[in-house]
């Protein structure tokens, strides 16, 4: 492929796919504490049943089936309370226990208290049990040898709890995937810094490493290089040196002083220049040494789709995670604007946010101003509209609506 090449958006993101090698990482052996939000690097099998012995699921009475009928009255000959390991349980007699209560062998029913009336050491049933009445029998939750957690999954709250269900303190979860950013400008000040004329503030480092950090990067930010081309070079092969993945922001177009095309190429490989998106177009692909290298358009918005619809699915593959998807497979809602301007050759991603009409639909308004730069368009939507090369809309059209992934 040459450099100049026009990808369309899906071909670039297929291309973008199968560069993200996913073999390459390191694990780490974690304690479960440290691991919510971390990527499962492998199979998580279960070494004991949940839970471990059948147990009561109310507090009651264990009982022989054949010893219980409405009426009968029974010696309580134990107690069984949840943590205590409990006696066989003798013919003709019943064992009070409670919830969590490991059920006593010979017992085959708990009668629930509710159901029974009890006496100073005997109880009297109320009512017939049935067999294995408030009985959770061992594995019920989990049998021993099946596979809890899939490798790959992000591990979130109920999966930290499943881990420890099944006794599992340390977990072996990849390596962060570890990207370095930096942003070219002469023009970048930092907020909290006085601007003199011609200056505007780096805003783009703030919604990126946002949403790498979001995605579980380990994100080193090397601040912003100065539109040169040495300086360039140096911050590209810095970043090489000490990371998976280099992520750049501005000076990918073809003026004199966007400098990271020319950088790439001294230093690497550029493979990828130009997208047929909207906003968007210019996007950098390639390696520096055995780091991948990807260069975002400066415009903050094209910068933030860009990054949102190609460089996220990569960066996911890249970090080991099945399913390639920050942003959701999109719903069909209903337009309530028209776009008369379509770009013929690019497909165009609205800035757009979704609500209920007065008839209870739900309905795309679109923000007025979608210029590439308005970065007011990215916080007032909540999600995007893909529009085919050429596509104009009217109002009613059902349009394909991406959410925004946080
Ligand atoms: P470039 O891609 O370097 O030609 O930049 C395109 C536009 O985006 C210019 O108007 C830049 O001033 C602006 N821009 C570049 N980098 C940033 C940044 N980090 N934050 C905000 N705006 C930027
Ligand atoms: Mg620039």
């Known amino acids: 492929m040459t450099t100049q090449a026009l990808l369309s958006v899906a071909e670039a993101r297929d291309f973008l796919l199968q560069r993200a090698r996913t073999n390459s990482q390191k694990t780490e052996n974690i304690h479960l504490m440290r691991a919510r939000g971390r990527v499962l690097a492998r199979d998580l099998v279960a070494n004991r049943a949940v839970p471990p012995h059948d147990n009561s699921a109310m507090d009651g009475y264990a009982v022989r089936l054949a010893d219980v009928q409405a009426g009968v009255t029974l010696p309580v000959s134990q107690r069984i309370a949840a943590g205590r390991a409990p006696q066989p349980l003798a013919v003709g007699t019943a064992a009070r226990i409670f919830t969590g209560g490991v059920i006593p062998p010979g017992a085959d029913a708990v009668v629930m208290q509710e159901d029974t009336t009890a006496n100073s050491d005997s109880v009297t049933f109320n009512a017939g049990v049935s067999l294995g009445k408030n009985i959770r029998r061992a594995g019920e ?24 269900a099944i006794g599992e303190s340390y977990v072996d979860v990849l390596a962060p995937l570890r990207v370095a950013v930096f942003f070219t400008g002469d023009e970048l000040c930092e907020p909290g810094e006085t601007l003199s004329v011609g200056k505007i503030y780096n805003s783009n480092r703030y919604w990126l490493r946002a949403v790498l950090e979001a995605q579980g990067c380990a994100v080193r930010d090397l601040g912003v290089v100065p539109d040169s081309l040495a300086a360039t070079r ?49 996007l950098a692909f390639g390696r520096v040494n055995k780091a991948d290298f990807v260069g975002l358009p400066g415009n903050p918005v094209s ?76 916080a007032w939507a909540d999600g995007l509209v893909e529009l085919a090369p050429g596509q104009s809309v009217a109002v009613g059209d059902m349009l394909p609506f991406t959410p925004f992934p946080w």
């Not at 939750?141 to 930290?160: F, M, S």
């Not at 619809?309 to 337009?335: E, I």
């Open 141 to 164: 939750d989990v049998e021993k040898g099946t596979v809890v957690i899939p490798a790959g999954t992000r591990l979130g709250a109920a999966h930290l709890g499943l881990a420890a």
């Open 234 to 282: 140096l911050a590209l092969a810095d970043a090489a040196a000490t990371c998976d993945v280099v992520l750049t922001c501005g000076g990918v177009s073809v003026g004199e002083e966007d400098h990271v095309k020319h950088a790439v190429e001294r230093e690497g490989e550029l493979a990828l220049w130009k997208v047929a998106i909207k906003p968007g177009k210019p």
């Open 303 to 378: 910068g933030f789709v860009t990054f949102l619809t190609l460089v996220s699915p990569f960066l996911r593959k890249r970090q080991g995670l099945p399913d390639n998807t920050l942003l959701t497979a999109p719903s069909f809602y209903k337009s309530e604007f028209t776009w008369g301007k379509p770009d013929p050759h690019r497909t165009e991603f609205l800035r757009v946010k979704h609500a209920q009409n007065e008839q209870g639909e739900t309905v795309l308004k679109l923000f007025p101003h979608q210029g590439s730069g308005v970065l007011t368009s990215m």
